[in-house]
């Protein structure tokens, strides 16, 4: 099929896939902003560009509209690996979801928060993101897509602080999630994260298992994405062993497999794995492809290595040539060692910051909370004392109302009493005549 009719299928595809699942969900959202969701997932380049082409006319939508055209912006970069450099684009659109906005993104701003402080250098704050995406998500299958990444992301930090048994949870999660999508492709990934962390823990057998049965799936289904990274760490992992022999074995696999991204890698290994072999010819052929690497520390390795050899076949000159561009590799992996350190400290030292100034926030609203239900409490107490009073003056009054009735009730008979007692007498007098003398 041709190139244009292929793409042109493949965002019909998307377009199609995006409109079926808007009216599932979110239906309140304009139908391009809903496209472009989907086209992120798939395209981000693609995402990226139809955005760009959305801007003008967000300046008219609704508050909603344009924090989800701000998510979506994010996300899209982010899948297409754009490094994030500020948080400036973020902060707005977390605080807009944490204060009322749709409940069923806030998770996903969470997430891609975190994401934002990974490129930051921020861990702690980019570990509290992704727990509190976590949190939002809860057991909602809906959400699985997404909670795998958090899950790796959150592993990939641990790793990175040397918290290898938290690493090895999240990992595992990670996979669950992916077992669940039934998703062969990240199964494979985050197994090769798993095998990490074990080789990180030296427990070489259980991530020489967790490695074969990547290779084995990477093999079922066709596709050499992951093949490099694979081999390569298991011909590190037999190295580790002690299995040169094995370890030559997965190297040949990954130089038959080559990756721009697991290049250097390969290369790095190749030197170990060839010098134990013996072979020292190729070792050093592999160390002068490092030189040419854009990472100062396979550089480094690389000079170390040739500085070493040289030193060992008595050739003064060149051993001293290498060891000093050696020493001038080392200060400057020092400066950047040094200013990671700094970066990280500071990066907690920020957060705990952060942590002191929330924990005063929670405390001035549980005693703010306090005094409003106290102060509820005590208005409550009042009005009831208000009910209790009048109930109490309305029975009085009642209780004197009838004590008063039954008073003019007695008086009006003892009236009527005497008036006819009055009578009586007066028809007595008459009777006898009294009136007559």
């Not at 304009?30 to 798939?42: E, R, T």
């Not at 970066?343 to 907690?348: I, L």
């Amino acid at each position: 099929m041709d190139p244009i009719q292929h793409n042109k299928v493949f965002l019909f595809i998307v377009i199609f896939v995006a409109v079926f699942l808007s009216c599932e969900d979110r239906r309140h959202y304009p139908q391009s902003l809903i496209v472009a969701d989907s086209l992120a997932d798939h395209n981000p380049d693609s995402a990226i560009n139809y955005l760009n082409d959305l801007a003008p006319r967000m300046s008219g939508v609704s508050e909603a509209d344009r924090m989800y055209y701000q998510l979506l912006c994010i996300k899209a970069a982010d899948k297409a690996y754009i490094p994030h450099t500020s948080d400036s684009l973020i902060r707005p659109v977390l605080e807009y979801y944490e204060q009322g906005g749709d409940p069923q993104l806030l998770p996903i701003a969470y997430y891609y928060g975190g994401r934002v402080n990974m490129d930051l250098g921020d861990a702690p704050q980019a570990i509290d993101f992704f727990h509190k995406a976590l949190d939002g998500m809860g057991n909602q299958t809906k959400y699985l897509n997404i909670k795998r990444f958090v899950y790796t992301q959150i592993g990939e930090l641990f790793v990175k602080q040397s918290l290898f048994d938290e690493a090895l949870m999240a990992y595992n999660s990670a996979y669950d999630c992916n077992v669940v999508l039934n998703d062969t492709i990240e199964m494979i990934f985050s197994l090769t994260d798993i095998a990490s962390v074990y080789n990180f823990r030296d427990n070489r057998i259980e991530a020489i298992n967790c490695l074969r049965k990547a290779y084995f799936l990477t093999e079922t289904i066709g596709s050499n994405d992951a093949l490099p990274n694979i081999t390569n760490q298991l011909s590190r992992t037999y190295l580790h062993l002690h299995q040169p022999d094995s370890a030559h074995k997965y190297l040949q696999l990954a130089l038959a497999h080559p990756s721009i991204t697991t290049r250097d890698a390969t290369y790095n290994i190749a030197v170990d794995v060839y010098r134990e072999l013996g072979l020292q010819d190729s070792s050093l052929y592999f160390c002068q492809l490092l030189l040419k690497s854009d990472n100062i520390f396979n550089v480094r390795y690389s000079l170390q290595q040739l500085a070493n050899y040289e030193a060992c076949n008595h050739h003064t000159e060149a051993s001293m040539s290498y060891y000093h561009q050696w020493a001038e590799c080392n200060d400057s992996v020092e400066q950047l060692n040094a200013l990671r350190q700094a970066a990280q400290m500071n990066a907690v030292y920020n957060y705990q910051l952060r942590e002191k100034e929330n924990q005063k926030l929670k405390y001035e609203s549980k005693i703010h909370m306090g005094i409003i239900v106290a102060s509820v409490i005590i208005c409550l107490f009042l009005c009831l004392v208000i009910l209790l009073l009048i109930k109490y003056q309305k029975k009085k009054n009642k209780f004197l109302s009838l004590k008063l009735e039954k008073y003019q009730r007695l008086v009006s008979e003892y009236n009527s009493k005497e008036q006819e007692t009055d009578l009586s007498s007066l028809k007595s007098i008459k009777a006898t005549g009294a009136y007559n003398n």
